[in-house]
């Protein structure tokens, strides 16, 4: 009974009350199961199997309906982990999802246990193409993403480690696994053969994808991305060279998801954390490096150029590892900082032509003076004099800007909190400077002052003209 209504109360129903409530009632019931001893490979066979054919076919018809399938899905992968994970490989569900997400005719299902990673036939990489489903509908399947990662962080990864890398602690542990590391389920070759070499630029596309559109991804995208770039250089190589890519291509105001990532892959404390870092700042002879993506950016697009800089003055203020290097390469970042310090004090902006945005939210290339840029400038100097020595002083030019006479709230743009404020605000705001008041001047003759002596005794004293502070306006996105 249960198995014939699947279709009529999780698709067909057009109310989104009735399948939520199906939904968990039926996970409901299921965690109940598991608890009174149940085994979910020997009872709910048939049901998985049910659940799995309405991908097929009835889930792609009633795209608009699926969320709450999908979450039914990723609940059951969640049972009592890593059982429900492993029911789900041995149906070859893995690849049924990734064909749902990147096309069924793209991925091919019946990549077999004995496939071997090395087999010649099966290596060659399918090349990225258009994506099958857009942003709008992105959202309806967003637990998907979560089925894919609570599989492959159920499985053992420590084969695919780089053991010239790590020497004698080959096997670190990997702190983002979805179970304990006793639980592990071992590796198929077919998930290793379609996330690790076949389908891996479209599947890393998809992740950045998820974490750009959908903001209830980005925890799922970090934790995955970092669990599949953990002392694995190769494919930490292609990751940072996509999300380089996508770096250099999209726009300003998508790249804060992209940059909460890549702090994440560079603060993994793995055996290759300095070739990671290397990788980054230098790229390779035909890819660009986050240097050249601020240099090249730096007169047509200075949002972009910004946010690189603000991500290496926070990279080096977070890990001792990345600190040491650009120390030992303070030439990089002397350039950032004068550029930096160039467009805050070298330019104005008129406050009736600014626009009230932030510098990460904006379509605009203009690089705006915010509260958030004068901080990262600050500590870029401070880094650098502390580098350097006395000799790094800023010129008289990089004076800071005037501070407000009321602090205003602000966010770190990587996620966590900065001097105990909160992080549900945007702390890239803009400075809106004016002056309030003009001196005004007034000169008097030597005859006209022997004239009106008379009268200027018995007149008040004029009084010195105000010049008023800066003001800052506080704006709220």
């Known amino acids: 009974l249960v198995v014939r209504n699947l279709r009529p109360l999780l698709l067909e129903c057009q109310c989104d009350e009735r399948r939520s409530a199906f939904s968990q009632i039926f996970v409901a019931a299921l965690e109940n199961f598991i608890q009174r001893g149940g085994n979910l490979e020997l009872d709910c066979d048939v049901l998985l199997e049910h659940l799995l054919s309405l991908l097929e076919k009835d889930v792609a ?86 089925i894919l990662r609570i599989v492959i962080t159920s499985c053992d990864l420590s084969s695919l480690y780089d053991v010239s890398e790590t020497g004698a602690d080959a096997f670190e542990n990997n702190p983002y696994y979805f179970v304990d590391e006793s639980e592990l389920l071992s590796l198929p070759n077919s998930l290793q053969l379609a996330v690790f070499r076949i389908y891996r630029e479209k599947y890393i596309q998809e992740i950045l994808a998820a974490c750009r559109e959908a903001s209830n991804c980005i925890d799922d995208g970090i934790q995955l991305a970092c669990c599949l770039c953990w002392a694995n250089w190769n494919y930490s190589r292609v990751f940072l060279r996509l999300l380089l890519d996508d770096l250099t291509c999209l726009p300003s105001n998508e790249l804060k998801p992209l940059f909460q990532i890549l702090m994440s892959i560079m603060l993994l404390e793995d055996s290759l954390q300095l070739k990671k870092l290397e990788y980054l700042i230098k790229g390779e002879s035909v890819r660009s490096s986050l240097l050249t993506i601020m240099e090249e950016n730096s007169s047509q697009d200075g949002r972009r150029s910004y946010q690189c800089v603000k991500f290496l003055v926070n990279l080096a203020l977070k890990s001792e590892t990345a600190a040491d290097y650009l120390r030992q390469n303070t030439a990089q970042l002397k350039w950032a900082v004068k550029w930096l310090n160039k467009q805050m004090f070298d330019y104005y902006w008129d406050s009736e032509f600014v626009p009230n945005v932030s510098n990460e939210s904006s379509r605009s290339k203009l690089l705006q003076r915010t509260i958030s840029a004068q901080g990262t400038l600050e500590e870029a100097n401070a880094l650098l004099k502390q580098w350097t020595g006395p000799q790094s002083r800023a010129s008289p030019s990089s004076s800071p800007l005037p501070r407000p006479t009321e602090s205003l709230p602000s966010d770190d743009d990587f996620g966590d909190e900065r001097n105990g404020k909160s992080d549900d605000y945007d702390e890239d705001k803009d400075i809106d400077t004016t002056e309030k008041g003009e001196a005004e001047e007034s000169e008097k003759g030597e005859d006209g002052e022997l004239e009106n002596t008379a009268e200027g005794e018995n007149q008040e004293p004029k009084s010195e003209p105000v010049v008023r502070e800066t003001d800052f306006e506080e704006i709220d996105d």
Request: glycine share 4%.
């Open 61 to 146: 018809d009633h795209f608009k309906t699926c969320s709450q399938y999908m979450t039914l899905m990723s609940a059951y992968a969640r049972l009592k982990p890593p059982q429900g994970a492993k029911h789900l490989l041995s149906k070859n569900a893995f690849l049924r999802f990734l064909a749902f997400l990147v096309g069924p005719s793209t991925v091919n299902v019946n990549l077999s246990e004995s496939s071997s990673p090395g087999n010649e036939s099966e290596r060659d990489e399918v090349e990225s193409g258009t994506r099958r489903w857009t942003a709008r509908q992105l959202k309806e399947i967003v637990s998907l993403h979560a």
